[in-house]
Protein backbone atom coordinates (compact mmCIF):
# COMPACT_ATOMS: atom_id res chain seq x y z
CA UNK A 1 0.00 0.00 0.00
CA UNK A 2 1.13 3.19 -0.55
CA UNK A 3 -0.13 6.88 -0.06
CA UNK A 4 0.60 8.14 -2.81
CA UNK A 5 3.48 10.62 -4.57
CA UNK A 6 4.27 13.88 -4.31
CA UNK A 7 1.83 14.60 -7.77
CA UNK A 8 -0.68 13.11 -5.73
CA UNK A 9 -0.67 15.50 -3.25
CA UNK A 10 -0.52 18.54 -6.03
CA UNK A 11 -3.68 17.37 -7.47
CA UNK A 12 -5.70 17.13 -4.58
CA UNK A 13 -6.62 21.10 -3.84
CA UNK A 14 -7.69 20.90 -7.26
CA UNK A 15 -9.64 17.90 -7.29
CA UNK A 16 -11.18 19.27 -4.40
CA UNK A 17 -12.21 22.66 -6.01
CA UNK A 18 -14.11 21.38 -8.61
CA UNK A 19 -16.94 19.87 -6.01
CA UNK A 20 -20.04 23.00 -5.62
CA UNK A 21 -21.33 21.64 -2.02
CA UNK A 22 -19.89 20.64 0.88
CA UNK A 23 -21.02 17.50 0.84
CA UNK A 24 -19.66 16.68 -2.62
CA UNK A 25 -16.27 17.99 -1.71
CA UNK A 26 -15.91 15.67 1.45
CA UNK A 27 -16.82 12.80 -0.87
CA UNK A 28 -14.12 13.97 -3.14
CA UNK A 29 -11.70 13.79 -0.08
CA UNK A 30 -12.86 10.42 0.98
CA UNK A 31 -12.78 9.03 -2.85
CA UNK A 32 -9.53 10.46 -2.97
CA UNK A 33 -8.60 9.18 0.29
CA UNK A 34 -9.54 5.63 -0.67
CA UNK A 35 -7.02 5.87 -4.05
CA UNK A 36 -4.25 7.21 -2.12
CA UNK A 37 -4.05 4.57 0.60
CA UNK A 38 -4.74 1.50 -1.51
CA UNK A 39 -7.04 0.19 1.29
CA UNK A 40 -10.93 -1.09 1.72
CA UNK A 41 -12.77 1.56 3.09
CA UNK A 42 -12.49 5.10 4.38
CA UNK A 43 -15.43 6.91 6.33
CA UNK A 44 -15.23 10.50 7.46
CA UNK A 45 -16.85 11.04 11.10
CA UNK A 46 -18.07 14.58 11.70
CA UNK A 47 -19.28 15.15 15.38
CA UNK A 48 -22.12 17.83 16.25
CA UNK A 49 -23.69 18.97 19.23
CA UNK A 50 -21.88 15.49 21.23
CA UNK A 51 -23.35 13.07 18.09
CA UNK A 52 -20.94 11.79 15.99
CA UNK A 53 -22.02 10.64 12.08
CA UNK A 54 -20.46 9.34 9.43
CA UNK A 55 -21.18 11.93 6.69
CA UNK A 56 -19.64 10.83 3.42
CA UNK A 57 -17.72 6.91 2.96
CA UNK A 58 -15.67 5.12 0.23
CA UNK A 59 -15.56 1.10 0.29
CA UNK A 60 -18.22 -1.09 1.56
CA UNK A 61 -16.26 -1.65 5.15
CA UNK A 62 -16.78 2.10 6.28
CA UNK A 63 -20.27 3.08 7.59
CA UNK A 64 -20.81 -0.36 9.17
CA UNK A 65 -17.48 -0.20 11.26
CA UNK A 66 -17.82 3.75 11.66
CA UNK A 67 -21.35 2.71 13.56
CA UNK A 68 -20.29 0.10 15.60
CA UNK A 69 -17.58 2.31 17.36
CA UNK A 70 -20.71 5.19 17.66
CA UNK A 71 -22.73 2.82 19.36
CA UNK A 72 -20.53 1.55 21.95
CA UNK A 73 -19.62 5.41 22.40
CA UNK A 74 -15.94 4.23 21.62
CA UNK A 75 -13.26 3.59 19.16
CA UNK A 76 -10.02 4.83 17.37
CA UNK A 77 -11.79 6.92 15.26
CA UNK A 78 -13.96 8.44 18.20
CA UNK A 79 -10.94 8.61 19.99
CA UNK A 80 -8.92 10.74 17.06
CA UNK A 81 -12.22 13.11 17.07
CA UNK A 82 -12.04 13.53 20.74
CA UNK A 83 -7.76 14.05 21.16
CA UNK A 84 -7.30 15.90 17.73
CA UNK A 85 -4.37 13.13 17.00
CA UNK A 86 -3.72 10.34 14.75
CA UNK A 87 -5.06 6.91 16.27
CA UNK A 88 -3.12 3.33 14.17
CA UNK A 89 -4.52 0.46 15.02
CA UNK A 90 -1.70 -2.43 13.65
CA UNK A 91 -3.53 -5.36 14.15
CA UNK A 92 -7.43 -5.92 15.22
CA UNK A 93 -6.76 -9.22 16.43
CA UNK A 94 -4.42 -8.36 19.05
CA UNK A 95 -6.08 -4.66 19.87
CA UNK A 96 -7.32 -4.80 23.40
CA UNK A 97 -8.51 -1.40 23.43
CA UNK A 98 -12.16 -0.31 22.75
CA UNK A 99 -13.98 -3.17 23.87
CA UNK A 100 -15.36 -5.97 21.26
CA UNK A 101 -14.86 -2.78 18.40
CA UNK A 102 -11.24 -5.08 17.35
CA UNK A 103 -12.91 -8.56 17.26
CA UNK A 104 -16.00 -6.74 15.23
CA UNK A 105 -13.34 -5.32 12.86
CA UNK A 106 -11.58 -8.23 12.36
CA UNK A 107 -14.82 -10.31 12.24
CA UNK A 108 -15.96 -8.48 8.99
CA UNK A 109 -12.39 -8.58 7.15
CA UNK A 110 -10.47 -5.83 8.55
CA UNK A 111 -7.00 -6.05 10.15
CA UNK A 112 -5.52 -2.55 10.58
CA UNK A 113 -7.17 1.13 10.35
CA UNK A 114 -5.93 4.81 10.60
CA UNK A 115 -7.76 7.52 11.80
CA UNK A 116 -6.72 11.32 11.12
CA UNK A 117 -8.29 14.47 12.70
CA UNK A 118 -9.88 16.87 11.26
CA UNK A 119 -11.01 20.32 12.81
CA UNK A 120 -9.83 19.17 15.98
CA UNK A 121 -11.00 21.49 19.05
CA UNK A 122 -14.01 22.87 17.40
CA UNK A 123 -17.69 22.39 17.55
CA UNK A 124 -17.84 20.31 14.03
CA UNK A 125 -14.92 18.04 15.22
CA UNK A 126 -14.02 14.42 12.97
CA UNK A 127 -11.55 12.60 11.91
CA UNK A 128 -10.79 10.68 8.05
CA UNK A 129 -10.64 6.48 9.58
CA UNK A 130 -8.86 4.35 7.05
CA UNK A 131 -9.58 0.30 7.15
CA UNK A 132 -7.18 -1.72 5.61
CA UNK A 133 -7.64 -5.81 5.36
CA UNK A 134 -3.84 -6.49 5.82
CA UNK A 135 -2.18 -6.05 9.65
CA UNK A 136 0.07 -3.25 9.62
CA UNK A 137 -1.35 -2.06 6.66
CA UNK A 138 0.13 2.21 7.35
CA UNK A 139 3.32 0.97 8.58
CA UNK A 140 5.46 2.96 6.83
CA UNK A 141 3.59 4.18 4.22
CA UNK A 142 3.98 7.92 3.52
CA UNK A 143 1.13 9.42 5.19
CA UNK A 144 1.92 12.94 4.37
CA UNK A 145 -1.09 13.36 1.22
CA UNK A 146 -3.47 11.90 3.42
CA UNK A 147 -2.46 13.93 6.50
CA UNK A 148 -2.89 16.69 3.38
CA UNK A 149 -6.62 15.29 2.48
CA UNK A 150 -7.78 15.83 6.08
CA UNK A 151 -5.97 19.27 6.16
CA UNK A 152 -8.50 20.22 3.31
CA UNK A 153 -11.43 18.75 5.28
CA UNK A 154 -10.50 20.96 7.96
CA UNK A 155 -10.39 24.17 6.33
CA UNK A 156 -13.42 23.16 3.97
CA UNK A 157 -15.40 22.55 7.62
CA UNK A 158 -14.38 25.75 8.74
CA UNK A 159 -15.52 27.74 5.68
CA UNK A 160 -18.41 26.15 5.70
CA UNK A 161 -19.35 27.25 9.48
CA UNK A 162 -18.54 30.32 8.99
CA UNK A 163 -21.09 30.50 5.65
CA UNK A 164 -23.15 28.88 8.33
CA UNK A 165 -22.74 31.45 11.05
CA UNK A 166 -22.66 34.39 8.64
CA UNK A 167 -26.60 33.48 6.97
CA UNK A 168 -27.99 32.40 10.26
CA UNK A 169 -26.20 36.19 11.58
CA UNK A 170 -28.07 37.76 8.51
CA UNK A 171 -31.35 35.94 9.19
CA UNK A 172 -31.51 37.32 12.64
CA UNK A 173 -30.31 40.70 11.90
CA UNK A 174 -33.62 40.78 9.13
CA UNK A 175 -35.97 39.58 11.44
CA UNK A 176 -34.66 42.40 14.64
CA UNK A 177 -35.14 44.97 11.76
CA UNK A 178 -38.20 43.69 10.58
CA UNK A 179 -39.28 43.73 14.68
CA UNK A 180 -38.26 46.95 14.58
CA UNK A 181 -40.37 48.60 11.53
CA UNK A 182 -43.26 46.63 13.34
CA UNK A 183 -43.06 48.83 16.94
CA UNK A 184 -42.19 51.37 15.20
CA UNK A 185 -45.52 51.73 12.94
CA UNK A 186 -47.33 50.47 16.34
CA UNK A 187 -45.69 53.91 18.19
CA UNK A 188 -47.31 56.10 15.27
CA UNK A 189 -50.59 54.43 15.74
CA UNK A 190 -50.33 54.93 19.30
CA UNK A 191 -49.25 58.68 19.01
CA UNK A 192 -51.90 59.68 16.89
CA UNK A 193 -54.32 58.11 19.09
CA UNK A 194 -52.84 59.88 22.88
CA UNK A 195 -51.03 62.91 20.90
CA UNK A 196 -48.34 61.94 22.83
CA UNK A 197 -44.43 61.47 22.54
CA UNK A 198 -43.06 58.44 20.88
CA UNK A 199 -40.81 58.09 24.06
CA UNK A 200 -44.29 57.81 25.83
CA UNK A 201 -45.92 55.84 22.73
CA UNK A 202 -42.94 53.39 23.59
CA UNK A 203 -43.91 53.04 27.19
CA UNK A 204 -47.85 52.67 26.54
CA UNK A 205 -46.86 49.81 24.19
CA UNK A 206 -44.13 48.12 27.15
CA UNK A 207 -46.47 48.35 29.54
CA UNK A 208 -49.63 46.70 27.68
CA UNK A 209 -46.31 43.84 26.83
CA UNK A 210 -45.84 43.23 30.24
CA UNK A 211 -49.54 43.27 31.22
CA UNK A 212 -50.77 41.17 29.03
CA UNK A 213 -47.18 38.81 29.02
CA UNK A 214 -46.80 38.59 25.61
CA UNK A 215 -44.00 39.98 23.42
CA UNK A 216 -43.40 44.10 22.18
CA UNK A 217 -43.73 42.78 18.58
CA UNK A 218 -46.66 40.42 18.94
CA UNK A 219 -48.57 43.18 20.88
CA UNK A 220 -47.49 45.92 17.94
CA UNK A 221 -48.59 43.15 14.95
CA UNK A 222 -52.05 42.84 16.79
CA UNK A 223 -52.73 46.45 17.06
CA UNK A 224 -51.77 47.13 13.61
CA UNK A 225 -53.53 44.26 12.25
CA UNK A 226 -57.11 45.31 14.49
CA UNK A 227 -57.01 48.60 12.43
CA UNK A 228 -55.67 47.84 8.95
CA UNK A 229 -57.03 44.57 8.88
CA UNK A 230 -54.25 42.84 7.91
CA UNK A 231 -50.65 42.16 9.53
CA UNK A 232 -48.43 45.20 9.08
CA UNK A 233 -45.58 44.94 6.01
CA UNK A 234 -41.60 45.93 6.34
CA UNK A 235 -39.00 46.37 3.26
CA UNK A 236 -37.09 43.53 2.70
CA UNK A 237 -33.77 44.55 3.88
CA UNK A 238 -31.88 41.04 2.75
CA UNK A 239 -28.96 42.15 -0.47
CA UNK A 240 -30.61 42.03 -3.96
CA UNK A 241 -28.44 41.62 -6.94
Known amino acids: MSAGDAHDGNRIPQLLLRTDSLEGFLQALADTALELARCEGVGLTLERHGRPATVVSSGPPAPKLDEKQYGQDDGPCLQSLRTGQEVAVRDMREESRWGDYPAYAASHGIRSSLSLPIAPRTHTAGALNLYAESPAAFEGADLSALRD ?76 TSLGGRPPTTPDLRHRP
Open 149 to 224: LASQATGGIALAQRIADAEEFAEQLQNAMHSRGVIDQAIGVVIGRNRCSAEEAFKILRSASQHRNIKMRDLCTELI
